[in-house]
């Protein structure tokens, strides 16, 4: 299949249209969407990436009165964070409208739904005149793009069309709150972090683990690179090693000569912004092993544990 990579909103939404897919800009990642009510176009976002069937799609939409059409009952808890947080990084799960097909909710009788700030995002969406559902536009079990040339690399010529637009502002996947309970429960961290969720509720909470996976996706191996990824404390850090195809990202400067590929960040929002475009820039280099150093779990540090956790467990 032949790939049109296109700068062209207008070209990018005359394929949703036609029941195609199309990769676009996020202000999160990159993503691959398609019209949310269709079925046959769904299914093929799935074949594209490899991805198993009973991992549900977030549904994306322009404006918030489209929320309503897709949900059932928008909650009291859910209309707090939309307010405060639409358009954004972030996802709110809640339970869905029969229009909405189970193939796009793995069965599910939830949605989740978010509207991004990205405008590239917002007018594809309106261009459409259909929500679009979409992951992150990268192979399953491969590192989120952030840009479109990781697009380019995970899926030329398997999908009809990519919609370039500039890197991906927070580079990490949107938080994902589930609201569908009296309190907000966030399922996936991301860039809207537990603190400030706390601030519109204080009951608001971070679900870590749940035997039962309430979010399908989290079961499944994520954002993983090729190389090994190794999560060092300060500590650890300190160990000199000389060994070549070793990689280090982080914040401390202090160790970054002991590396051969280093990236430092000046803040952890500078370290999520980069760490998946890190990853990929090591497996292209043909890094064995990448150093990821801890960082505490507040703000934005919760959802970069949670992916080099996810990362460093093969
Ligand atoms: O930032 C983002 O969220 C990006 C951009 C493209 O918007 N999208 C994204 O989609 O990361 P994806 O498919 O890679 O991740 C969606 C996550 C998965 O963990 C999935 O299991 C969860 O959201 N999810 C989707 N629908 C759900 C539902 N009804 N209940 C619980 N979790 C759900
Ligand atoms: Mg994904």
Known sequence: MQTTI??????AA???????????????????????????????????????????????????ADIAVLAEHITPSAKKIIKA????????????????????????DTIAIRMPASKIARELIK???????????NLSGSPSPTNFIHVLRDMRNKIPCVLVGPAARYGLESTVIDCTGKYPVILRPGSITLEQLKK??????????????????????????????????????GIRNKKTEKAFIGLNKKYAMSYEVVKICKTPEEYAKNLFS?????????????????VSEKGIGLAIMNRLQKASTK
């Open 6 to 11: 296109t700068n062209s909103v207008k070209i």
């Open 14 to 64: 005359d394929f949703i249209k036609k029941g195609e897919v199309t990769a676009f800009p996020t202000e999160t990642v990159y993503g691959i969407g398609a019209n949310a009510y269709d079925e046959t176009a769904i299914h093929k976002i799935f074949k594209a990436k490899g991805r198993p069937a009973d991992n549900p799609l977030i549904v994306h939409v322009a404006r918030k």
């Open 85 to 108: 947080f639409f358009p954004g990084p972030v996802t709110v799960i809640l339970k869905k409208n029969e229009i909405v097909p189970d193939v796009v909710t793995g069965g599910l």
């Open 127 to 137: 261009l459409s005149g259909v929500p679009i559902a979409a992951p992150s536009a």
């Open 200 to 237: 519109l509720d204080k009951n608001a909470s971070y679900q870590k683990r749940s035997g039962k996976a309430k979010s399908p996706g989290l079961k499944y191996k994520h954002y993983a690179p090729k190389a090994i990824v190794k999560i060092i404390t300060n500590y650890e850090l």
């Open 278 to 294: 890190f990853f990929r820039e090591c497996d292209d280099k043909g890094i064995k092993t990448i150093y990821c150093e801890k």
